[in-house]
């Protein structure tokens, strides 16, 4: 709990009388300043006729027949406990009985030894009552002939839990928990079953601690010292005491809560074992009991505030706020029950390894952080980024796999994902951004909108570029474009052969030569309108339909003017050849160098037609063979590239038309 101020006026808070008789009281019990964990009993009673009576009526019967009574193993305040066989069953038990009186220490020894015997038969009355494995059993109970009480029980070998439950190799030898938390949460827990038990039976305990709680050999446990405790249902037997009547300071004052101090209306009640069992949670997570200070006025004062410790170390949120609850100041806060209680602790067992996987994942995160933080620029850490928010984030997610309410998972995933959306944002990658903001259940709408008018503009730029490279896809169109320059290089390889034969019978003028020309443009004309649908889709394909219709429609003033001239017609058709290889060699930079080939065959064309003019026809048709072969060896490495075989090079349509597939 929070450090206790030596000023803090208890006085002012609570009755004077009461403060004055219970600090009395408590220095007159040895309750000294070394003393806090010291049980504080309620104050003797003077006479309790309802208690008698039970006692009337349990008669007189000595259970010690048959007992083989062995050594002294145990003392308290009012009763003795020793070891003794069980004849009749052969088996040890533990036997408890009355000290012998100290009359030089009582004013009125007679009335001790009965207050004494009521007390310790209501112990035993209390703790037969509840029958639960993490409760004594109680075997048999009677009275010797001098009516003092005589309890039989089971015999338990073991240890208290306070001497061990800071000692991790002690707990491991009793229970197989992997850490010291784990081992002291599975006994609280079970401590919480059996006051659980006690509660359906309507008794409250009253001094729950450490101290009262055993550990078996085989980590059984044990909840002891029902000697104070209440009972919040009147049986009308006189057996129990009422909590209704517990007016008075009774209690551990180090786990005490509120309404033990006494001294106002408030009166124990179950939740009264829940903030108990808070406290002993406290000594669990908080390495002590949480009014454990040196003076009364100080234990006083912190019970009285009863605020919930701020965050020490590593201790969860979650087992913090269990803490906190249960021991709230006021009872109607608390947990509503101890399986209340219980539940919250066992749903923090199975949360442990989802936070485990929180804190790797944490760790990550701030390293995320820090090399976003520190680098000049994130683009070029991006790698590393992503290796870093891809583990965090798995951490995350399987955090939330174990516990799918984990706070700190939900946060930290979305925390993570909001830092690397804003690097993939910064990095102009909308796509990936819009993949991690899927991971965010309900993303910031500020966030939210950047990604999506990232995606947008990157939606557009996509569009915007695979516009162009659809028009310079060179495949596109590719098989009819490579079948349509299949017959025109067939077409140009023999045309100039005919060429050749009819100008040796009928000669050659200009007005020929352009003949010619309208001839190869009316089957350029004829070839485009089959295939105009491949031939228009791409820019490639329009540049190449372009290239070969200015290619013949210079010519046509070519011949003009060198008719003009008084060029002759065959040299202007070596002019002519010097055009095809300017076309060639245009189209050779923009589309490729796959028509390498034929630029150079042009080149060889152009200079022999130069040297052997009579026989020019015969280079140009040579040049197209070239062109051909030129053709269809990259036609047949794309078609192969495509997919391995030569489908047919095109496929009429409904409606009559012929496109490329």
């Known amino acids: 709990?929070?450090?206790?101020?030596?000023?803090?006026?208890?006085?002012?808070?609570?009755?004077?009388?009461?403060?004055?008789?219970?600090?009395?009281?408590?220095?007159?019990?040895?309750?000294?300043?070394?003393?806090?964990?010291?049980?504080?009993?309620?104050?003797?009673?003077?006479?309790?006729?309802?208690?008698?009576?039970?006692?009337?009526?349990?008669?007189?019967?000595?259970?010690?027949?048959?007992?083989?009574?062995?050594?002294?193993?145990?003392?308290?305040?009012?009763?003795?406990?020793?070891?003794?066989?069980?004849?009749?069953?052969?088996?040890?038990?533990?036997?408890?009985?009355?000290?012998?009186?100290?009359?030089?220490?009582?004013?009125?020894?007679?009335?001790?030894?009965?207050?004494?015997?009521?007390?310790?038969?209501?112990?035993?009355?209390?703790?037969?009552?509840?029958?639960?494995?993490?409760?004594?059993?109680?075997?048999?109970?009677?009275?010797?002939?001098?009516?003092?009480?005589?309890?039989?029980?089971?015999?338990?070998?073991?240890?208290?839990?306070?001497?061990?439950?800071?000692?991790?190799?002690?707990?491991?030898?009793?229970?197989?928990?992997?850490?010291?938390?784990?081992?002291?949460?599975?006994?609280?827990?079970?401590?919480?079953?059996?006051?659980?038990?006690?509660?359906?039976?309507?008794?409250?305990?009253?001094?729950?601690?450490?101290?009262?709680?055993?550990?078996?050999?085989?980590?059984?446990?044990?909840?002891?010292?029902?000697?104070?405790?209440?009972?919040?249902?009147?049986?009308?037997?006189?057996?129990?005491?009422?909590?209704?009547?517990?007016?008075?300071?009774?209690?551990?004052?180090?786990?005490?809560?509120?309404?033990?101090?006494?001294?106002?209306?408030?009166?124990p009640d179950e939740r009264t074992d829940v903030y108990l069992l808070g406290a002993i949670l406290h000594h669990i997570v908080y390495g002590r009991a949480p009014h454990d200070y040196p003076d009364f006025n100080q234990v006083v004062a912190s019970i009285l505030r009863s605020e919930p410790p701020s965050r020490v170390g590593d201790v969860p949120d979650e087992l913090a706020s269990i803490v906190a609850c249960a021991m709230h100041r006021s009872q109607a806060a608390r947990h509503a029950s101890v399986d209340a209680l219980r539940n919250a602790l066992e749903a923090f067992l199975l949360h442990r390894d989802s936070l485990a996987l929180t804190d790797e994942a944490l760790d990550r995160e701030a390293e995320l952080e820090r090399v976003i933080q520190n680098a000049g620029d994130v683009l070029v850490e991006r790698s590393r980024l992503h290796g870093l928010f891809g583990a965090c984030r798995f951490g995350f997610k399987e955090a939330l796999r174990t516990w799918p309410e984990n706070p700190q998972a939900k946060r930290g995933l979305v925390r993570a994902a909001e830092r690397m959306i804003k690097v993939e944002l910064a990095a102009k990658s909308a796509s990936t951004a819009e993949a991690i903001l899927a991971d965010i259940p309900e993303p910031p709408a500020a966030l939210a909108l950047a990604v999506a008018e990232a995606k947008a503009h990157e939606e557009k730029e996509r569009a915007r570029l695979a516009a162009i490279e659809k028009q310079v896809d060179f495949d596109a169109g590719g098989r009819t474009r490579t079948v349509v320059g299949l017959m025109l290089a067939t077409s140009w390889s023999v045309f100039p052969l005919v060429a050749w034969r009819l100008e040796a019978t009928f000669g050659t003028s200009h007005l020929k030569l352009v003949g010619g020309v309208l001839t190869q443009m009316l089957l350029l004309g004829v070839i485009f309108a089959w295939a105009r649908d491949s031939l228009t889709k791409t820019g490639v394909n329009r540049q190449l339909v372009l290239a070969v219709l200015i290619l013949f429609t210079a010519m046509l003033p070519v011949i003009a003017a060198c008719s003009i001239l008084g060029i002759p017609a065959d040299q202007t058709l070596i002019v002519c050849i010097g055009i095809w290889l300017a076309v060639t060699m245009q189209q050779m930079v923009a589309l490729g160098w796959q028509l390498a080939p034929t630029a150079v065959a042009n080149v060889l064309m152009l200079f022999t037609s130069a040297v052997w003019p009579e026989l020019r026809y015969l280079w140009i048709s040579l040049g197209n063979v070239v062109l051909f072969l030129n053709l269809f060896i990259v036609g047949r490495d794309r078609l192969r590239r495509a997919d391995g075989r030569f489908p047919t090079p095109w496929r009429r349509k409904p409606g009559g038309k012929w496109t490329d597939p």
């Open 1 to 267: 709990m929070a450090d206790i101020d030596d000023e803090f006026d208890v006085q002012a808070t609570l009755p004077a009388d009461w403060a004055r008789t219970m600090e009395a009281r408590w220095s007159v019990q040895g309750v000294t300043l070394q003393l806090a964990n010291h049980t504080i009993q309620p104050s003797p009673i003077t006479h309790d006729s309802r208690g008698q009576s039970a006692i009337g009526r349990l008669g007189t019967r000595d259970v010690s027949d048959g007992l083989e009574i062995d050594r002294t193993i145990g003392e308290g305040g009012m009763g003795i406990v020793r070891l003794a066989t069980q004849q009749s069953l052969g088996r040890k038990v533990a036997v408890k009985t009355l000290r012998p009186p100290d009359s030089s220490a009582e004013k009125d020894p007679r009335r001790a030894v009965t207050q004494a015997r009521l007390r310790l038969l209501r112990e035993a009355w209390m703790t037969g009552a509840i029958e639960h494995p993490n409760v004594i059993p109680i075997y048999d109970l009677g009275l010797d002939a001098d009516r003092s009480p005589i309890i039989v029980m089971k015999h338990i070998e073991g240890k208290t839990w306070d001497s061990i439950m800071g000692d991790l190799t002690a707990m491991r030898a009793l229970l197989s928990h992997r850490d010291l938390l784990e081992c002291n949460l599975r006994i609280l827990i079970q401590v919480c079953q059996a006051v659980a038990a006690a509660h359906a039976r309507g008794v409250i305990h009253r001094d729950l601690k450490p101290e009262n709680v055993m550990i078996g050999p085989h980590g059984e446990v044990y909840v002891l010292d029902w000697g104070i405790a209440l009972s919040v249902v009147d049986d009308a037997t006189g057996r129990f005491p009422l909590a209704r009547d517990a007016s008075e300071m009774a209690g551990t004052p180090a786990y005490m809560a509120p309404e033990m101090l006494g001294g106002g209306k408030a009166r």
